[in-house]
């Protein structure tokens, strides 16, 4: 099976910009969630999908958004890009897990933006 | 926000000897899972202990879990230079939303 897969791995931007990041899920699954990882904050639930549904979300500005289609691949958007949103970004599927609590996470290797 | 905080930040030790992990939590939890990172790269799993359990073995980890203490170790047997990386408890549940992460151990194993 194919892992969890990113594109694109690196990404450089500059303020202001907007930022469009794909994420294709192990097939099957049909949870997305996204991570943000930098050395200040650490890892940082950003939001899941499933289903096209959003289902929960962090505690991130509104310039932070997602949508996931009918493949399950997902992609996450940042606009107005600032210097604060140089991280790794990770995208995870899984299945779903019914009542809330979150199975076994298959992590991609990320896409590192960096802004400049 | 960080929930788990693991102990200690960093260790370094020699090729075979056992490396212990620790991770202490805020709220209450579903489950608690250990995820390794290697350099900045994606995460992979390592094991899951659900609320109920108290301890569980995967290979050479071997997880334990005392809600009352709201804390977890993770223990590696018979080290290898290959487990040198990042390691990360990660909880569910509590009235959090997706995976709330500690900061992290960095693990160095010494040839």
């Known amino acids: 099976k194919a892992g969890v897969t990113q594109t694109p791995r690196y990404l450089i931007k500059t303020r202001g910009q907007q930022v469009t990041l794909s994420c294709s899920p192990i097939s099957g699954h049909r949870s997305v969630s996204w991570y943000q990882q930098t050395p200040g904050q650490g890892l940082q639930f950003l939001f899941e999908?499933?289903?096209?549904?959003?289902?929960n979300k962090g505690n991130f500005p509104g310039r932070f958004s997602g949508r996931q289609f009918s493949n399950s691949r997902s992609e996450m958007n940042v606009s107005t890009l600032e210097l604060g949103d140089s991280a790794l970004y990770l995208c995870a599927s899984s299945l779903w897990l019914a009542g809330g609590s979150y199975n076994e996470q298959f992590f991609g290797p990320g896409t590192r933006l960096t802004v400049l | 926000s960080q929930q788990g905080e693991e102990d200690p930040q960093a260790l370094s030790i020699q090729e075979g000897e056992n490396a212990t992990m620790n991770c202490s939590y805020k709220?209450?939890?579903?489950?608690l899972q250990w995820y390794r990172q290697n350099s900045g790269r994606g995460l992979v799993h390592l094991i899951l202990i659900r609320s109920n359990e108290r301890e569980k073995h995967s290979g050479r980890l071997r997880v334990t879990l005392d809600t009352s203490k709201k804390s977890s170790s993770l223990l590696i047997t018979a080290s290898r230079a290959a487990d040198t990386a990042s390691y990360f408890c990660?909880?569910?549940?509590?009235?959090?939303?997706?995976?709330?992460f500690g900061k992290g151990t960095h693990l160095i194993i010494q040839p």
């Open positions: 999908y499933f289903s096209e549904t959003q289902r």
């Open positions: 990660a909880t569910t549940g509590g009235g959090a939303d997706g995976l709330t």
């Open positions: 709220t209450s939890i579903n489950n």
